[in-house]
Structure formats: C-alpha cells, structure tokens
C-alpha cells in the first residue's frame, strides 16, 4: 500500500514539474534541466517557483484565487449536458435566439453535399503538367534576368551616348557661340575705330 502512495506521488511530483517546466519554458524560453534530488526537495522547489512565479505575474495568481473560490470555472461540462448555472427558461432563449440560423446552416450543409466532386482526371492531369510548369518558371526566371541585364546595359548605352554624344555636341556648339561673339565684338571694335576716324 506504502509503495503505491509513494509511487502515486513520484508521479504527481513528476507531472507537477513538468508543467512547471512547460511554463517556464512558454515565460522565458528556457527550461531547467531535471534534477536527481529527493521527492521533498523536489517539492519544495517546485512550491518555491510556483510561488515566484505567482508573486512576478499577477494574472497567475489571480486566476488562482477565482479558481480557489470558483472551481466549477474551470471545468467545461460535457457537451450533451446544458450548464447548470442556467434556467430553462435562459436556455430556451438561447436556442430560439439562434433558431433562425438552423435553416440557413442547413441549405450551406446541403449545397456542399450537393456540389460535384471534380473529376480526377482533371487533378491528375494538372499533377502531370508539376514538372511542365516548373520549366516554363525557370525559363520565366531566366528571361527575367536576360530583361534586367539588357535594361541595364540598354541605360549603360544611353548614357553614354547622352554624355559623350549630346554634351559633347553642345559643347562644341557653345565654344564655337563663344568664339563668333568675341569675334563680332573684335569685328565691332575695328568697325567704330574705323568711323570715329
């Protein structure tokens, strides 16, 4: 009898500080390894971080004390059962306040089961054309870098056909424009030297 109590709480031991453990681990991201003390000692670090962990997060010890004041809070009863906190009167309203939707989930229900399983030759042949499609992607890919390699090359071009063609021309044309206004100036000076004399 002694060595199934015992091994009862080994257990419960053991199930506590893994939970504690997963806390841990969903708090900080990390988890303590398990140690190869006795049951008491294990126990009694297992109270010490679960009270640290009470005292740095709040939530966790107030959920503990809703949970000690009301335990029937925390467990869902079963599904073919009502709750037992509600009235059949509260019941029934529940039920007629969502009536209006049993019909509408049941056309949704019907027209699914209604609606044709496509043919899987049609699946099987879309599963052939996989290895297809992948080529024509590669093939995509690659003229998408032969596109990008010509657009460069293509600015590359321009843009030394504007700085060496372009400037160049109208630099040239604005050293020639400098040179026929200082020669008009020249042609202007002799001109008025001529009819002052």
């Known amino acids: 009898m002694e060595s199934t109590?015992?091994?009862?709480?080994?257990?419960?031991?053991?199930?506590?500080?893994?939970?504690?453990?997963?806390?841990?681990?969903?708090?900080?991201?990390?988890?303590?390894t398990q140690s190869t003390t006795s049951a008491v000692r294990n126990l009694h670090?297992?109270?010490?971080?679960?009270?640290?962990?009470?005292?740095?997060?709040?939530?966790?010890?107030?959920?503990?004390?809703?949970?000690?004041s009301n335990p029937t809070l925390f467990q869902s009863p079963p599904a073919s059962q009502p709750p037992p906190e509600l009235s059949?009167?509260?019941?029934?309203?529940?039920?007629?306040?969502?009536?209006?939707?049993?019909?509408?989930?049941?056309?949704?229900?019907?027209?699914?089961?209604?609606?044709?399983?496509?043919?899987?030759?049609?699946?099987?042949?879309?599963?052939?054309?996989?290895?297809?499609?992948r080529g024509i992607e590669a093939t995509q890919l690659?003229?998408?870098a032969e596109i990008a390699e010509l657009r460069a090359r293509s600015e590359a071009a321009i843009r030394q056909w504007y700085t060496h063609d372009v400037?160049?021309?109208?630099?040239?044309?604005?050293?020639?424009?400098?040179?026929i206004e200082r020669v008009e100036r020249a042609t202007r000076r002799v001109e008025k030297s001529r009819d002052e004399i």
């Open 5 to 32: 109590i015992e091994e009862t709480t080994l257990s419960t031991i053991s199930l506590l500080e893994g939970r504690l453990l997963r806390i841990e681990h969903l708090l900080y991201g990390s988890s303590v």
């Open 45 to 68: 670090d297992l109270e010490h971080r679960f009270t640290k962990l009470l005292q740095h997060i709040r939530v966790y010890g107030e959920l503990l004390k809703l949970y000690k």
């Open 88 to 133: 059949v009167e509260a019941l029934r309203a529940i039920v007629l306040s969502a009536a209006a939707s049993y019909p509408a989930t049941a056309s949704a229900l019907t027209a699914i089961s209604d609606t044709p399983v496509p043919d899987p030759a049609y699946s099987a042949g879309l599963a052939t054309l996989l290895p297809r499609m």
């Open 142 to 144: 690659a003229q998408s």
């Open 167 to 179: 400037m160049g021309y109208s630099d040239f044309v604005a050293s020639v424009e400098s040179r």
